[in-house]
């Protein structure tokens, strides 16, 4: 059965803004989680956000893991880019040191890095502290991503998934239109003297509307790549305490044709703060019936943002991490994405 990369996706959807959109509140996205085969160096997120009100600038955000338990992050605004290519089509979300450049819709995007970042520890991150500092650390990196699965489009697989962004707060917390698309990545990543080969996979998120954050009460996300071509991705939110359904929607996918929506049995909420080596194990459903993904962090950066314990219940705190999945026996790295209030963390 062929695979139709686009999902059925307009090719616009993959053009960003030629320029400043006349809603204020107006903002488009590129995010991409990027794990290597091997477990020396990931990326548990790195993009950019652009905001109509302040366009002159986009924010930054690079978060870059390392399995001994190092982190090198950047967060702040940087100059825009010309989003036009040389056919003077607008395919380039640029800010500062970063630029995603999309080659071809749906299917292969190039993110370049060339710039300094901060170095400090995945402990004193857990600490809740913050670097310290001017960034110093030199980081290059030039990463094509090939897609490999059709894009999931939230919302577009499950009515009730449909329902609860469109009704609820969900949706707000979201951001709508969005999409993620997993795919195979090759490149390089140099980290002050440290040169990495890639070889390994991503998930590139695509995001254009109006986004506003409400209260969080926390969320489960992750997505693998297999080496037969098998994929599977989901979000999910913890109950909601008045009683209503909330988001709960995934897919799975084959190798070939379209996504099997699915809905996740079992999610690996956050309990407690580890660099490394938590159960994240996962149980999802599909029409044809039950799988277990079993899984295990490999590589983590957190942000703690009031803390954790008691009188936290305000403060979100948030884990990105580079997973290993294990599924009917084969074995993949790919992404983790939890939050939880602080209050619900064990100490």
């Not at 690079?62 to 090198?72: C, M």
């Not at 999910?236 to 379209?258: A, H, I, Q």
């Amino acid at each position: 059965m062929a695979t139709d990369l686009t999902g059925g996706l307009s090719e616009d959807r993959e053009y960003v803004f030629a320029e400043q959109p006349d809603d204020p509140e107006m903002r488009e996205s590129v995010n991409i989680w990027l794990w290597d085969k091997g477990d020396q160096v990931g990326i548990p997120r790195i993009g950019i956000e652009a905001v109509a009100d302040q366009w002159d600038t986009h924010e930054v955000q690079v978060n870059i893991a390392s399995g001994d338990g190092r982190v090198f992050t950047r967060f702040g605004a940087g100059k825009i880019h010309d989003p036009m290519n040389s056919q003077g089509r607008p395919s380039i979300l640029g800010a500062g040191p970063l630029s995603f450049e999309m080659i071809e819709p749906f299917r292969h995007w190039r993110m370049r890095f060339d710039g300094v970042v901060n170095g400090w520890t995945c402990d004193e991150q857990i600490s809740g502290g913050r670097p310290q500092g001017e960034p110093l650390v030199p980081v290059q990196a030039e990463i094509d991503l090939y897609s490999a699965v059709p894009p999931w489009e939230n919302g577009g697989l499950l009515a009730e998934a449909k329902r609860v962004l469109k009704e609820q707060d969900e949706g707000a917390l979201m951001g709508n239109p969005r999409f993620e698309q997993l795919a195979r990545a090759q490149g390089t990543l140099k980290i002050g003297d440290e040169e990495h080969s890639i070889d390994g996979g991503a998930l590139r998120i695509r995001r254009r509307g109006v986004r506003r954050l409400a209260t969080f009460w926390g969320h489960a996300w992750q997505s693998a790549l297999f080496p037969s071509g098998r994929a599977f991705g989901y979000i999910t939110y913890p109950p909601r305490e008045d009683g209503l359904p909330t988001y709960n929607e995934g897919f799975v996918f084959e190798g070939d044709g379209e996504l099997t929506p699915a809905w996740v049995v079992k999610a690996p909420w956050l309990k407690r703060l580890n660099h490394h080596g938590d159960d994240v194990s996962v149980v999802i459903e599909t029409e044809h019936g039950t799988e277990t993904i079993e899984a295990e962090t490999v590589m983590s950066g957190f942000m703690v943002m009031g803390g954790v314990g008691p009188g936290t219940e305000g403060y979100p705190v948030l884990q990105q991490a580079i997973t290993r999945f294990r599924w009917n026996g084969e074995v993949a790295n790919g992404m983790t994405e939890r939050s939880m209030p602080g209050n619900l963390i064990e100490t």
